[in-house]
């Protein structure tokens, strides 16, 4: 049993309507605590309405009091005050590093579109509030440029980037190489000290929107499970790439929208 505290996506692509289809298409049984409604679609984001803390708080204990909640991911919490709320209930809830239930933090800041998807100054309470609980984190090149505010330009540079922000959070990281470009989405697990790098194929004309959260939801669903961290990420790595590799188009007078398969649609043009 996984649970997904994040932001609700209207075109399924992401959020947690991504992490839905593949907690089911990963056999893991789904649980949802919404943090933002999104208005967007692939390429464009167009508003963003927080819920408030106390219904999100209220959301999470619920749901520990009547399941029995196997691992849990964050998404967008866009906010200092929601970090702050869910780090808060997850704590009362025994879930983090230590804890029993083990979390992975997705620190999503901005959309596949450039969009921005986290208020500026809620970068520090990441760090403060969520970061010490993380079990592993699911940074991409952009989020981690900002937590360690400098580029990272270079497959070389991705295994000292990532082993910066495990020493300095004590969680195992994992640093996603797919904005690098070239031939293969290389990415990159520090787990423990030791180092794992993952490869597939880039896929550089196929939209990319929801395939962060994809993978988050994919390693939450093998934790769930009881998979070993490893394990975890290669299956989900796995998965994403299939997904991306069987996206489905749709051909619109503005040009193609693309989605990802989660397992359900057979790749092609869809229904």
């Known amino acids: ?50 819920v408030t803390p ?26 200092t005050e929601l970090i702050e709320t869910v780090a808060t209930a997850l704590a009362e809830a025994g879930v983090g590093r230590g804890a029993g239930v083990p979390l992975v933090v997705d620190p999503v800041m901005v959309a596949t579109s450039g969009d921005p998807l986290l208020q500026p100054d809620a970068v520090e309470a990441y760090r ?16 981690a440029r900002v937590l360690l505010g400098r580029p990272i330009s270079s497959r070389d540079a991705m295994e000292g980037a990532a082993t910066e922000l495990a020493r300095s959070t004590g969680a195992s ?14 990415d990159l697990l520090v787990d423990r000290g030791e180092v794992h790098r993952f490869e597939g194929a880039f896929y550089a ?33 796995t998965f994403v790439g299939e997904s991306i590799r069987t996206s489905c188009r749709w051909e619109r007078p503005g040009g193609p929208t693309w989605a990802l398969n989660h397992g359900k649609l057979g790749g092609g043009t869809g229904a």
Do not use: W
């Open 173 to 186: 990281v994992l640093l996603k190489g797919g904005h690098l470009g070239g031939p293969e989405a290389s």
């Open 54 to 79: 106390e219904v999100v708080r209220e959301q999470i204990a619920l749901l520990f009091d009547a399941f029995p909640v196997g691992a849990v991911k964050t998404g967008m919490l866009y906010s």
């Open 1 to 50: 049993m996984a649970l997904t505290i994040a932001g609700s996506d209207n075109s399924a692509g992401a959020g947690i309507q991504a992490d839905l289809k593949t907690f089911t298409a990963l056999g893991a049984y789904g649980l949802t605590a919404v943090t933002c409604v999104v208005a967007e679609v692939p390429g464009r984001v167009s508003a963003v309405m927080p």
């Open 205 to 237: 004309e196929v939209s990319t929107h929801g395939t962060g959260c994809t993978f988050s939801a994919a390693i939450t669903a093998g934790l769930a499970a009881g998979l070993g961290l490893a394990e975890a990420v290669g299956r989900a790595k």
């Open 128 to 143: 403060l509030r969520l970061f010490p609980m993380a079990t592993l984190l699911t940074p991409n090149l952009d989020e």
